[in-house]
């Protein structure tokens, strides 16, 4: 029998992060049977119910640990979330460095991997012998903006929003300076100087296992891979990138639910699914505007809707317990009671984008939700809200062409008539056609990318081999 290989994961708060780093390790576990995965998890209050019950789906062979929750003020919430999940983690690094050395005592670790914003936790790497990887679990633009921060850093002064130039990424289609990630936007600000930190600190990992693939993001894995990384012979010194996506959460068995029913009513492919993450949440203004854009498309909809916030990220870690159908406008949900249907809050995305059905995806561009709609092929209107979700929407909409973006106005609304228009393009029009076209194209790739043969199952046998063969720094 193989020796057991031991591995220890460390997620950082939410549930968008913790299923990634899980996912990876069950696509671990399946090519490789004596691997034993630890995931060893940072809380900030009790876990959401969403968590643990996808918990308790895992193999016998991922064990999980909480660690004890952080306790954190009242200002905390207004926090940008890289600040706010930097602070659990800082904060749970005592009781990680316990966790780990007592765990790391009786069965010691191949490596320890974890969630680019848990990059601390690699720290321990040294004192335990054992190998440091990050999960990037966002794109690979993004990988390639953080490595490229320091020299960006030094280059370019001011704000980055009001350069007249583009900002030129290594691999990527040049970028407008405001459509860079939320922590670049504030150079005095606490997330930007987090943010330029991690860009250092990437620098000294043994590797990074993105969630990523090659067709869909070519030019900065290249970038990543070939011009740099120690897995070819190069003269930069990137650490070693290793694109494993698209890994994503197919969901667990779906009861009887009221939306995948209304669904099955609908015509093939007449659905817009509108949906902004696990936390992401609109201005009373805007949930207007985007209720009578949608009323005036009338075109078919499934929205899940939050209670409306004006820090779009403010239900990220947790929400207040609202009834979100109170804040629609006056007589929306009667006059379009034939035309669509509203969900409070969190909706089964998985069953809804595999869905006959369904047409279209507005969504904030989080990064699992674009890879899960790649994934089943459906096309997107991409409406970014926070993080690096712009640099997304840009890849979707001008460089992979697979969505529209819709204009945003001089107070940062999406008004009703441009939200309709948006909707008529993707769901009616000959661009629209094209955009579903190419994303039939991107659809396949993803799939392959994932068989036994495909590129991205090739880059995680490579890295499970090291750390197989792997024997103590
Ligand atoms: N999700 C879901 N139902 C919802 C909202 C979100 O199942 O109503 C899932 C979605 O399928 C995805 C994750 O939550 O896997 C959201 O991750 P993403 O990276 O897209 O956005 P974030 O939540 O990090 O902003």
Redesign the pocket.
Known sequence: MEKTTYIAVIPCP???HL?PILELSKRLIHYHPHFHITCIIPTHGSPPTTSTAYLQTLPPNIDTIFLPPVTTDDTWQLSDPVVQINLVLTKSLPSLHNALRDLNSKTPFSALVADVFAIEALDFAKELSTLSFVYFASPAMTLSLLLHMPKLDEMISGEFRDQSEPILIPGCVPLHGRDLPDPVQERSSQAYEQFLQLGKRLYNVDGILLNSFMEMEEGPIKALTQEGGGNSNTSTNNPPVYPVGPI??NGSKQEDLECLRWLDKQPSKSVLYV?F????TLSQHQINELALGLELSEKKFLW?LRAPSNIASSA?LGSKNEDPLEFLPQGFLERTKEQGLVVPS?????PILSHSSVGGFLS?C?????L?SVQKGVPFISWPLFAEQRMTAVMISEDLKVGVRPEVDENGIVVRDEIAKVIKCLMEDEEGEEIKKRMKGLKDAAVNAVKDDGSSTKALLEVALKWTNFSGV
């Open positions: 939410g549930f968008s299923v994503t959460y949906s993450g696990s936390g992401g899940v990220y969190w909706a089964p995305q998985i904030h989080g990064w699992n939700s674009t899960e």
